[in-house]
């Protein structure tokens, strides 16, 4: 099960960070066929660094994906126990909003 869940996140990352990917490259084509100034030819730099950057996002995300399934899978009780205070604090969180709110 952890894994699935961690496939699928690792998943929805490329997904995001694919749009974002081509968006961008979209846009850098159109501003590269009207590079006539220099806020355009700025525009176009910075559009190609963010590719840049996010195809290096990507590929981190991936690894760091793959070291939490791992270790997910190696220590399953602390995991829990981890998952399970996570929840204690939200819950706690919530009826502390709660009790301000009334």
């Given at each position: 099960m952890t894994q699935s869940v961690v496939n699928q996140i690792a998943e929805d990352i490329d997904d995001v960070f694919d749009e974002v990917v081509k968006s961008l490259?979209?846009?850098t084509r159109h501003l590269g066929e009207d590079t006539g100034?220099?806020?355009?030819n700025t525009a176009v730099a910075l559009s190609?660094?963010?590719v840049d950057?996010?195809?290096s996002a990507k590929a981190q995300s991936k690894s760091l994906a793959t070291k939490a399934g791992k270790e997910i899978r190696e220590h399953p009780a602390e995991t829990a126990a981890i998952a399970a205070a996570a929840v204690a604090?939200?819950?706690?969180a919530i009826?502390?909003?709660k009790?301000?709110?009334d």
């Open positions: 490259k979209k846009m100034d220099a806020l355009s190609r660094s963010t950057l996010i195809e604090l939200i819950g706690l009826s502390q909003r009790q301000k709110a």
